[in-house]
């Protein structure tokens, strides 16, 4: 999934074992795919809790192994071009009535590159905002200038640092900061924070030991990083590295995690820390990151950006981020309500189209999607357990596809959740969503 992959879902989509009927694996009965969980509790060691996300009935993705479009139909939808508005709009989505459960393929082709110009500036979610872009997605470099005021914190996925050695550490991936870029976007938003992603990028768990067993290690790590910081005029960074090592090394990775903290605070530097979900997907089970690693590190972080997509996979095709989960990931991690300020719930702003033929899926941006509804035509079809909308299409000879990619409705209910729950939110990524999307923020 090169180039248009979530940096982390390659492991937030490990693959899940047990009885496959069980599983809420996609199953194949009866010429019908069926995905589905049932009613599970997640056991979080002392306390047994009944997760909030238990009967999510995920059977929206029964489509057909056949096709089931007509001919006529397929002639139909070949005589008539859809129209796309190149101009932008006086009213934002909400005032065009475009929020809704039952969009229409015509429409979301003639509005989505229509936001609202006059209103681009004002700011209608109230926590923070975190937008990570790719250098393989460009126009989401034009996004963080054009809506510079909607983010609070915007984080290209530029670094890498690699361990060369005893107390000798390397950054790559400068050659994609782009300086004037990151002068406009400040022009355009005076107090945004830009905090590229940084990788712990091939490193092997015997570095991951050294450093870990070495005081002086930490220390070099951390001064680099300020160092970098500082030259390269970034307000801090966004690090992705729990994942990497599962459940091991728990201790001395939060001791570590909590010592560049220190030290890119002392330098009034932001820290912001990836996290994979606290409630593993179809499992119901505890994630890598649970609330005890939380509670350690909550004071130390600025902010946890929180994977809560990537929830379906191939092999058990499905939503994105089903709604009854995302709050779940949430509540588990922070049942007081102590520190949900630090947590910006994650955000899909790209889709997935899955194959019934074979365990297949590739991811789907807002470009391709768009291509798809104007060859197609489908019946968009919300599902109100999980607040996601799809689609079902068929291929000439690829079968029947279905299609999850978030609509303004769905982002709409997550951005309430946000504000209801009291966290901010993490856009991933700002390349792949469509332009309307951004009125909402």
């Known amino acids: 999934m090169a180039g248009v992959r979530a940096p982390w879902c390659l492991q937030s989509r490990a693959g899940v074992g047990g009885n496959s009927e069980r599983q809420g694996g996609a199953l194949y009965k009866g010429g019908r795919f069926n995905v589905y969980t049932g009613e599970e509790k997640l056991d979080m060691g002392k306390n047994t809790m009944r997760l909030l996300c238990a009967s999510l009935s995920l059977a929206m993705v029964s489509w057909l192994a056949e096709g089931t479009l007509s001919k006529t139909d397929a002639k139909k939808g070949a005589t008539k071009k859809l129209e ?31 936001y609202c110009s006059k ?43 690699k361990r060369r050695g005893k107390e000798r550490f390397q950054f790559t991936g400068l050659h994609d900061a782009d300086q004037g870029w990151m002068k406009d976007v400040r022009k355009t938003s005076k107090n945004i924070k830009i905090v590229p992603r940084i990788l712990f990028d091939g490193w092997t768990y015997q570095d991951f030991e050294s450093v870990f067993g070495s005081e002086d290690e930490i220390e070099e790590l951390s001064k680099n990083m300020v160092l970098l910081a500082k030259n390269e005029n970034f307000d801090g960074f966004v690090v992705e590295v729990w994942s990497q090592l599962g459940n091991q ?9 909590t010592h560049l903290s220190e030290a890119l605070h002392e330098a009034q530097l932001k820290f912001i820390l990836v996290i994979p979900p606290a409630v593993a997907a179809v499992t119901n089970q505890p994630g890598m990151f649970t609330k005890r690693e939380f509670d350690q590190l909550a004071s130390a972080v600025d902010s ?83 607040a996601e909308h799809y689609f079902e299409y068929k291929k000439n ?19 309430e959740l946000a504000e209801e729950l009291g966290t901010g939110i993490s856009i991933w990524e700002l390349g792949q969503g469509l332009d309307y999307f951004y009125d909402l923020l």
């Open 249 to 257: 090394k728990q201790t001395e990775l939060i001791h570590l995690l």
């Open 304 to 386: 946890f950006s929180l994977m809560t997509y990537d929830y379906s996979a191939p092999h058990r095709p499905g939503p994105n981020s089903p709604l009854p989960w995302v709050r779940a990931c949430v509540e588990v991690l922070d049942p007081d309500s102590k520190w949900r300020n630090k947590i910006l719930l994650g955000l899909n702003f790209y889709g997935m189209d899955y194959s019934a033929l074979g365990t297949s899926g590739e991811p789907i941006l807002g470009s391709r999607y768009i291509e798809t509804l104007k060859e197609h035509k489908p019946k968009i079809v919300w599902d109100e357990q999980i």
């Open 397 to 415: 000879k690829g079968g029947k596809h279905a299609v999850f990619y978030p609509t303004l409705k769905s982002i709409q209910l997550r951005l």
């Open 119 to 161: 209103k681009m500036k004002e700011r209608h979610f109230s926590g923070d905002v975190l937008g990570y872009i790719t250098p393989w997605n460009n126009h989401g470099y034009d996004i963080a200038k054009i809506f510079g005021n909607k983010f609070t914190l915007i984080s290209p996925v530029w670094l890498q640092v």
């Open 84 to 114: 796309e508005k190149k101009l932008h709009s006086d009213k934002n989505v909400q005032d065009r009535g475009l929020v809704v459960v039952d969009p229409k393929a015509k429409d979301i082709i003639l509005e989505h590159k229509s």
